[in-house]
T-cell receptor, first 116, second 112 residues
């Protein structure tokens, strides 16, 4: 089945460490997104990419960077992790050919990150 | 005012009941509305898109009320497996990148 996968699924790290979260998809979608989810705050967009050469900041990009290595791969990096980056991180994909004018998004299983 | 607001619940209903949630949005120019389902500690999964004419999929019906700026989700004949958090998502403006804004979700608990 076409899918969105994320690695690692869980990660505990210490303040100041560099962390990379990876996302791969076999859906053939052009658009990829990174969100974080915090209790009471919902899903918030960190970065998004419409194709390999297109990277855009979302609403909470400070402290994060991304790399779109290929159409199917979009990684999120925390350059120097801090405790308030403890959250559930989701990757998502969409495509203009999918429903809702390309706005229907499909999520990976998430990465639970804890920064001590 | 938040762009998208939902009653966090929980809504506690018995099996077989009908339950409805609303989601209000602040930007009258909003377009493209969606309902997602999220199980505890899992990823959101698209439940249905919400069209101007409404949308029905089995026991689930979604409606859009532009005048009052809300979307609704009706679940008929609730099942235990419907217990989850339901997120609405809205695209606030018809300009530039059409960013999805999510509500914080409404929790539904269906009991035997």
């Amino acid at each position: 089945d076409a899918d969105v996968t994320q690695t690692p699924r869980n990660r505990i790290t210490k303040t100041g460490k560099r962390i990379m979260l990876e996302c791969s998809q076999t859906k053939g979608h052009d658009r990829m997104y990174w969100y974080r989810q915090d209790p009471g705050l919902g899903l918030r967009l960190i970065y998004y990419s419409f194709d390999v050469k297109d990277i855009n900041k979302g609403e909470i990009s400070d402290g994060y960077s991304v790399s779109r290595q290929a159409q199917a791969k979009f990684s999120l990096s925390l350059e120097s992790a801090i405790p308030n980056q403890t959250a559930l991180y989701f990757c998502a994909t969409s495509d203009l050919r999918s429903g809702g004018g390309g706005n229907e998004q499909f999520f990976g299983p998430g990465t639970r990150l804890t920064v001590l | 005012r938040k762009e998208v607001e939902q009653d966090p619940g929980p809504f506690n209903v018995p099996e077989g009941a009908t339950v409805a949630f609303n989601c209000t949005y602040s930007n009258s120019a909003s377009q493209s509305f969606f309902w997602y389902r999220q199980d505890c500690r899992k990823e959101p999964k698209l439940l249905m898109s919400v069209y101007s004419s409404g949308n029905e999929d089995g026991r689930f019906t979604a409606q859009l009320n532009r005048a009052s700026q809300y979307i609704s989700l009706l679940i008929r004949d609730s099942k235990l497996s419907d217990s989850a958090t339901y997120l609405c998502a809205v695209i606030p403006m018809n300009t530039g990148f059409q960013k999805l804004v999510f509500g914080t979700g409404t929790r539904l608990l269906v009991s035997p």
